[in-house]
């Protein structure tokens, strides 16, 4: 059994209600989950475990890929089939609740469903710590981000002012090259980050003549 079988499954069909939960919960779970292919591995078991109890206790909730067509002899069965269905569908039958066999089988069911989800989060935990950490922006990178962040901020009114542009590039342009120098900063990393104001500020300019 595998999780697109319950995915196919007429959840309005799934019976009792304690086993239509169980179904969205690992339907609910393996939405939720990024790795889909180690939530299969994880609760392959509670996998099974639910469609065995759906084939058992809610037959009519598996869908059929292609239903072969009827014979002659099956046509007075289908025709009488249709006719206990409508009368099920005027006088609709109330739930049975489950007897104490199949309550104490979904009792256990919820536990099992409760310990893969402990199982898939100490699995992702896992992985999290396995994978490599993104570097810390070096000081230089951060520097220059906050002058072009500046740059940013120019007022929405005078976005088309060429003039106010740049002269706001000059006065920034003037204070990075004072910053990086009073920090000693290398001037290879420094003449970069003032190629990629000087970028921004080009881009600006662009827009605006449009």
Do not use: W
Request: glycine share 2%; with cysteine.
């Amino acid at each position: 059994m595998t999780i697109q079988e319950l995915q196919a499954l007429d959840m309005s069909q799934v019976q009792p209600e304690a086993l239509q939960s169980a179904v969205q919960d690992i339907l609910d779970d393996y939405k939720a989950t990024t790795d889909k292919k180690a939530f299969e591995d994880i609760a392959k078991e509670n996998i099974e475990k639910v469609f065995l109890l759906v084939e058992r206790l809610a037959p009519k909730a598996i869908k059929k890929a292609k239903e072969e067509a009827p014979k002659k002899s099956e046509k007075k069965e289908a025709a009488k089939d249709k006719k206990e269905t409508a009368t099920e569908k005027k006088t609709p039958k109330k739930p049975k609740k489950p007897n104490k066999t199949v309550k104490k089988e979904l009792d256990a069911l919820s536990e099992d469903i409760k310990a893969c989800r402990l199982k898939i989060r100490k699995f992702n935990e896992e992985k999290r710590k396995n994978q490599p950490k993104k570097p810390k922006p070096m000081r230089h990178t951060k520097i220059k981000n906050h002058f072009i962040a500046i740059a940013n901020l120019i007022p929405p009114a005078h976005k088309e002012n060429l003039k106010m542009q740049k002269e706001a590039e000059k006065i920034l342009l003037r204070a990075y090259r004072g910053i990086m120098n009073t920090y000693g900063i290398n001037f290879v990393r420094a003449e970069a980050g003032e190629k990629d104001i000087k970028e921004k500020y080009d881009k600006m300019e662009e827009k605006a003549k449009k």
